[in-house]
């Protein structure tokens, strides 16, 4: 069957994207890859196409959009690894490799949780691409739900939000675990996810005016400073907001108590410059100011977070602000999606090796795990509740659960040690069930062959130089503070 004149038009605007975006090679990669997938699909391949754009959007890298254009083929025995292998390169076919249908439920009279969460971490284990790649497919699929498909469509919904919501967060893909949540909350409770979203809509047009009020005068006083930088507007998913007001017994208004701004500059000392600018303007609200500049989340994520008293004649409510350079909102928007534009290949290459680690530490961690309900509760405290500071071998950061262990580390980083290895917390030998202190450095064997004989040993004053802290402006001087920690740059 031929192809229609909007699939004709679409296939010209796909590859115009192509080449606008990417340098000769990939976009010959993507070129082949479109027009390979278009011979074996003469109706065109409507899932790979709408994955590859939803990835374009992501900032996603060549290889990861092939993949998501062949992956349907693969799936529908059109093709096979082997193929894809000789004809798109080894880094194409690795992507693909075991990398299973994301809708697929295994046929059987009784369900096996603990086989299929095994399946689904086994599919996605190796390269984050393949993560991204089984994570769109999973968006895609659930959004496009319909009730003929509605048992299977709840059963997903739900592992989506037990498993591949905290793997998203964890791979730093902000946008795509919003859009993951809001996705299973409409197929797991539509009616609910519709009475929400129309008590939110009135709340957030009135936050919306005051937004564009806002956004012209914060982008007036980074004018008249001389800083270059964008400033957005944010707005809460409707599963982040029903979660909080289920965790936080709160009502819908004082969950959305806040106007939500985010600036975006060049450089972190920018960061800090539009930090001070803003406190200087604005009355800061006390205990509101985090530095995760200085101190990242374990997933890489990286801002200055503070709340300011609200101008009255613009709004009622406190004004809460984010700061970021162009790199950090990159990594908190697509984070591995997008390694490939990052310009230190070095940093972006170390942070992809440690979430390669993490993921491949979910299947051993499922496996030991008394039950998949323990495995799911270890899974999210990882994610979305840790928060004890350590540091490890060449300053890497690494948050845990309070209590946690030195043996609840080593699995965190996925290090396989002796059980009789010696591993050194703040320079001294300890057992593997010594409890963590906040800030401690941890310091673990180089050579696992040579255990306790060589250490790659961080203090935790040169860790802390390492990665940099925060040194605070005051409100009234913009002045910074002096101190022996050091000054963050970009990675």
């Given at each position: 069957?031929?192809?229609?004149?909007?699939?004709?038009?679409?296939?010209?605007?796909?590859?115009?994207?192509?080449?606008?975006?990417?340098?000769?090679?990939?976009?010959?990669?993507?070129?082949?890859?479109?027009?390979?997938?278009?011979?074996?699909?003469c109706d065109g391949n409507s899932a790979g196409?709408?994955?590859?754009?939803?990835?374009?959007?992501?900032?996603?890298?060549?290889?990861?959009?092939?993949?998501?254009?062949l992956a349907p083929l693969i799936w529908q025995?059109?093709?096979?690894?082997?193929?894809?292998?000789?004809?798109?390169?080894?880094?194409?076919?690795?992507?693909?490799?075991?990398?299973?249908?994301?809708?697929?439920?295994?046929?059987?009279?009784?369900?096996?949780?603990?086989?299929?969460?095994?399946?689904?971490?086994?599919?996605?284990?190796?390269?984050?691409?393949?993560?991204?790649?089984?994570?769109?497919?999973?968006?895609?699929?659930?959004?496009?739900?319909?009730?003929?498909?509605?048992?299977?469509?709840?059963?997903?919904?739900?592992?989506?939000?037990?498993?591949?919501?905290?793997?998203?967060?964890?791979?730093?893909?902000?946008?795509?675990?919003?859009?993951?949540?809001?996705?299973?909350?409409?197929?797991?409770?539509?009616?609910?996810?519709?009475?929400?979203?129309?008590?939110?809509?009135?709340?957030?047009?009135?936050?919306?005016?005051?937004?564009?009020?806002?956004?012209?005068?914060?982008?007036?006083?980074?004018?008249?400073?001389?800083?270059?930088?964008?400033?957005?507007?944010?707005?809460?998913?409707?599963?982040?907001?029903?979660?909080?007001?289920?965790?936080?017994?709160?009502?819908?208004?004082?969950?959305?108590?806040?106007?939500?701004?985010?600036?975006?500059?060049?450089?972190?000392?920018?960061?800090?410059?539009?930090?001070?600018?803003?406190?200087?303007?604005?009355?800061?609200?006390?205990?509101?100011?985090?530095?995760?500049?200085?101190?990242?989340?374990?997933?890489?994520?990286?801002?200055?977070?503070?709340?300011?008293?609200?101008?009255?004649?613009?709004?009622?409510?406190?004004?809460?602000?984010?700061?970021?350079?162009?790199?950090?909102?990159?990594?908190?928007?697509?984070?591995?999606?997008?390694?490939?534009?990052?310009?230190?290949?070095?940093?972006?290459?170390?942070?992809?090796?440690?979430?390669?680690?993490?993921?491949?530490?979910?299947?051993?961690?499922?496996?030991?795990?008394?039950?998949?309900?323990?495995?799911?509760?270890?899974?999210?405290?990882?994610?979305?509740?840790?928060?004890?500071?350590?540091?490890?071998?060449?300053?890497?950061?690494?948050?845990?659960?309070?209590?946690?262990?030195?043996?609840?580390?080593?699995?965190?980083?996925?290090?396989?040690?002796?059980?009789?290895?010696?591993?050194?917390?703040?320079?001294?030998?300890?057992?593997?069930?010594?409890?963590?202190?906040?800030?401690?450095?941890?310091?673990?064997?180089?050579?696992?062959?040579?255990?306790?004989?060589?250490?790659?040993?961080?203090?935790?004053?040169?860790?802390?130089?390492?990665?940099?802290?925060?040194?605070?402006?005051?409100?009234?001087?913009?002045?910074?503070?002096?101190?022996?920690?050091?000054?963050?740059?970009?990675?």
């Amino acid at each position: 069957m031929g192809r229609d004149t909007l699939g004709l038009a679409d296939d010209s605007l796909f590859i115009e994207r192509i080449k606008h975006t990417f340098q000769a090679a990939d976009a010959d990669l993507l070129t082949r890859t479109h027009a390979y997938t278009q011979e074996k699909l003469c109706d065109g391949n409507s899932a790979g196409y709408k994955a590859a754009n939803l990835l374009f959007d992501q900032d996603a890298d060549a290889t990861t959009i092939a993949g998501a254009l062949l992956a349907p083929l693969i799936w529908q025995n059109l093709t096979d690894i082997g193929h894809v292998r000789k004809l798109f390169g080894p880094e194409v076919a690795t992507a693909l490799e075991d990398l299973r249908d994301s809708f697929f439920i295994p046929i059987d009279d009784q369900p096996r949780e603990s086989e299929n969460i095994h399946a689904l971490l086994t599919s996605i284990d190796g390269t984050p691409r393949k993560a991204v790649l089984y994570i769109t497919f999973r968006l895609l699929a659930l959004e496009c739900a319909t009730d003929a498909c509605e048992s299977t469509a709840r059963l997903k919904a739900q592992e989506t939000l037990d498993l591949l919501v905290p793997i998203a967060n964890r791979l730093s893909l902000g946008d795509l675990r919003r859009r993951l949540e809001d996705a299973c909350f409409h197929v797991l409770d539509p009616q609910d996810y519709v009475k929400l979203r129309e008590k939110v809509s009135p709340i957030q047009s009135e936050d919306d005016k005051c937004l564009e009020i806002l956004l012209a005068g914060v982008k007036r006083l980074l004018a008249n400073s001389g800083i270059q930088g964008r400033v957005q507007g944010r707005t809460k998913s409707l599963h982040g907001i029903r979660r909080k007001m289920a965790r936080t017994g709160k009502t819908l208004e004082e969950i959305m108590d806040r106007v939500g701004l985010r600036v975006i500059v060049t450089s972190v000392p920018e960061c800090y410059s539009v930090l001070g600018l803003l406190h200087a303007h604005f009355k800061p609200i006390p205990g509101t100011f985090d530095d995760y500049i200085g101190l990242p989340k374990d997933n890489g994520y990286q801002s200055l977070h503070t709340c300011v008293y609200p101008v009255r004649e613009i709004s009622h409510k406190p004004i809460e602000f984010q700061v970021r350079t162009e790199l950090m909102h990159l990594e908190a928007e697509h984070g591995t999606a997008a390694h490939w534009r990052y310009k230190n290949e070095a940093a972006a290459a170390e942070r992809n090796n440690h979430r390669t680690q993490w993921m491949e530490g979910l299947v051993r961690q499922h496996r030991e795990s008394a039950s998949s309900e323990a495995f799911i509760e270890r899974l999210h405290r990882q994610v979305f509740r840790d928060h004890l500071v350590v540091f490890g071998n060449g300053g890497r950061i690494v948050r845990l659960a309070e209590n946690a262990t030195v043996r609840d580390y080593l699995k965190i980083i996925n290090a396989h040690v002796p059980q009789d290895a010696t591993v050194k917390v703040n320079g001294r030998v300890v057992a593997l069930d010594c409890a963590l202190r906040d800030g401690d450095s941890i310091a673990v064997p180089a050579d696992e062959s040579a255990a306790g004989s060589r250490f790659a040993e961080v203090t935790a004053q040169n860790a802390l130089s390492v990665t940099g802290a925060l040194r605070p402006f005051h409100a009234e001087t913009g002045d910074r503070e002096s101190s022996a920690k050091g000054v963050a740059t970009d990675p």
